[in-house]
């Protein structure tokens, strides 16, 4: 037989390859679903015009909504009872279903194209909240700057390759909407093989604890997040700092979401060059978290992640008086680069400041900020952003001009957004975030 130590270091990489492969493949929906084919293909086909882009904004708003509020309860009693990969396997066939389902949404089928896409969603946002309360039970405090980072690199490659499967299709099938169908469900297959290794190698550290007498697991789940709320003074570090996270990622949600529309508006990209410039972000994507990573652990968290939220704030003004294709090529490719660095850094602050047993609870309060600010943001964007484009067609601007100028206003709205969350950020303490985890006793 090996040495013991051998045998669990080759459990210890399978398992970091498990939960690497999860977000290869939900990434593949975030790439497809989200960013490049779906949220154009609805706002364009489905639904059309100014009134695309406001239907779009309310649906991402509901599912950020509907997911931000099972989040705590769900996160307390995955984190009781052991069960975050049970709850995940739950939250990622609803996306895997719904995502498939979305193949039946034609030209007006306005109601299930927002109904199965918002089940889909909360199904992959949900999800993250156990996918990402297993990172410190795979990875020690040390090691959770760089596995972070490696998941979202291998994740961002998963988008890619679902991206350059659909492509083929699209070009061969123009004209028609089948390739963008085929496309819903050639992405939820691929979603749940990647994900496949996840629920058979990652164990989980936690223990199960027993129901005491007279509880059920949704009382034991509201009694937790109550005592962890009484403490709150405790964590005043993490509340800033889950403050600011609300805030940036508000701008940073409405970057994702309506990236494809902006491109389609602005610069009249087709689905063609939509699927190209996600390609393009997401090359950048993996050299933005391989390298956040590193410099983190080096230069720290804090100031890696002040440096990402500049980055993405010179691509959105830079994208506010761009008037190129290729200078959006250029400005996605930057985004890219700069809100991977955001979202990888958060996610490995959140875990820092978690204390031990706590992590589903923690992260899923950073599910209530995420689902919060992108519930905020998508809604703010496309209710600005359509309330201007139909305010300047009812005074007789023609329509592509009007949505036009209701795209740049909407551009203007992340910028604030990032600033703010900026200004925030800045007064967070991570050394005292993370010795307050160190430090607290939870009185059950």
């Known amino acids: 037989m090996p040495p013991k130590s051998t045998t669990e270091e080759q459990r210890k990489r399978r398992q970091d390859w498990a939960w690497y492969l999860y977000d290869f493949g939900n990434s593949a929906y975030a790439a497809v679903v989200v960013l490049a084919v779906y949220s154009a293909y609805f706002k364009g086909t489905v639904v059309g015009g100014a009134e695309g882009t406001r239907l779009w904004g309310i649906s991402v708003g509901i599912a950020m909504l509907v997911s931000a509020v099972i989040s705590p309860i769900l996160g307390t009693i995955a984190d009781f009872t052991a069960g975050k990969k049970k709850f995940l396997l739950l939250f990622s066939a609803l996306s895997w279903v719904f995502t498939g389902l979305l193949f039946f949404v034609t030209k007006g089928a306005i109601f299930i194209g927002m109904l199965f896409y918002i089940l889909a969603e909360i199904g992959y946002r949900a999800g993250q909240v156990f996918y990402n309360g297993l990172l410190p039970e795979i990875a020690l405090p040390e090691e959770m700057g760089r596995v972070s980072a490696n998941g979202w690199a291998i994740g961002s490659l998963g ?163 761009n008037q190129t294709l290729t200078g959006y090529f250029v400005i996605a490719a930057l985004a890219g680069f700069a809100l991977t660095g955001v979202q990888v850094v958060s996610r490995t602050m959140t875990g820092f400041f978690a204390p031990p047993g706590q992590s589903a609870e923690f992260y899923s309060f950073e599910s209530v900020a995420g689902r919060t600010s992108s519930f905020i943001g998508p809604t703010v964007y496309g209710l600005l952003a359509g309330g201007v484009a139909l305010m300047l067609e009812r005074g007789g601007m023609e329509t592509l001009a009007a949505e036009q100028v209701g795209q740049r206003a909407g551009i203007i709205s992340i910028a604030v957004f990032l600033i703010t969350g900026m200004i925030i950020l800045q007064t967070v303490n991570q050394q005292r975030a993370r010795q307050a985890a160190q430090e607290y006793v939870p009185v059950d």
């Open 159 to 321: 988008g890619i390759v679902c991206l350059l499967i659909v492509l083929p299709i699209i070009l061969i099938f123009q004209g028609s909407d089948l390739p963008v169908r085929l496309a819903m469900i050639i992405t939820a297959v691929f979603f749940a093989i990647s994900t496949v290794p996840a629920f058979l190698w990652i164990r989980e550290r936690a223990v199960a604890r027993p129901l005491p007498p007279g509880e059920t697991y949704l009382s034991i789940g509201f009694k937790r997040l109550g005592r962890t709320v009484k403490a709150i003074r405790h964590f005043k570090e993490f509340v800033k700092f889950m403050v600011a996270f609300l805030i940036y990622n508000d701008g940073i949600m409405m970057a994702m979401d309506f990236a494809a529309i902006i491109g389609a508006v602005l610069y009249g990209m087709n689905q063609q060059q939509l699927i190209l410039l996600m390609i393009v972000v997401q090359v950048t994507s993996i050299v933005g978290a391989y390298l956040s990573g590193i410099y983190g652990e080096k230069a720290g968290f804090k100031r890696t992640l002040m440096l990402s939220l500049f980055l993405m704030l010179v691509a959105v003004i830079w994208m506010l008086f």
